[in-house]
């Protein structure tokens, strides 16, 4: 059986439509049947990061307004941007016995400015963030990440690094590199 994924089923229809109604003079047949342009996800790391970080707030926004709980009272909690990405890795020790893959993921740290409102007060929290993507045959694939909460005070340092892959900012990386490999990000 004929293997077809959904955009070549796609254009076979368009095809298809096109003759049925007579209109196949109008369209070439390399417009309807053309492969589509390469992947967003194929670009290299600083770029495909700094669409990241511009489109991460409202993916990471989305991410809390589905998981918000509406029968809690709670702060309501936005991300309102992202920072420059710094690219320079720490040294990590290879701590597995055979090692699947020499390449190492690529370390991405960033910054994120949240504003929490409750009871008449608002509050401003800078975030650190520590991101793992690594290459993958059909784009970039989120790893893992670590995060940091709370603002840098002499009082209150912010909170050791946690594991926070399956966090809001977390969900919405993977949302984001799931909406890229797919192609809809410009």
Known sequence: MMNLNAGKLWRILILSAIIWFGGAERFPLSQVIAEPTANNCD?????????????????????IQRTKDLDREVIDNYIISAGRANFVPLNLPNLQYEPIDSQSPEQIFFTVLERQYSDRQVREIQTYHWLF????????RMVMMFSRFGNESELRPPTPPRETSNGILGQGVQLWLRDCRAGKIK
């Not at 670009?43 to 991410?63: H, I």
């Not at 993507?133 to 970039?140: A, C, I, K, R």
Request: glycine fraction near 4%; proline fraction near 7%; charge should be neutral.
């Open 43 to 63: 670009r290299n790391l600083e770029t495909l990061t700094a669409s990241l970080l511009k489109d991460l707030p409202n993916y990471a926004n989305r991410v």
């Open 133 to 140: 993507l690594t290459p993958s045959d059909s784009g970039w």
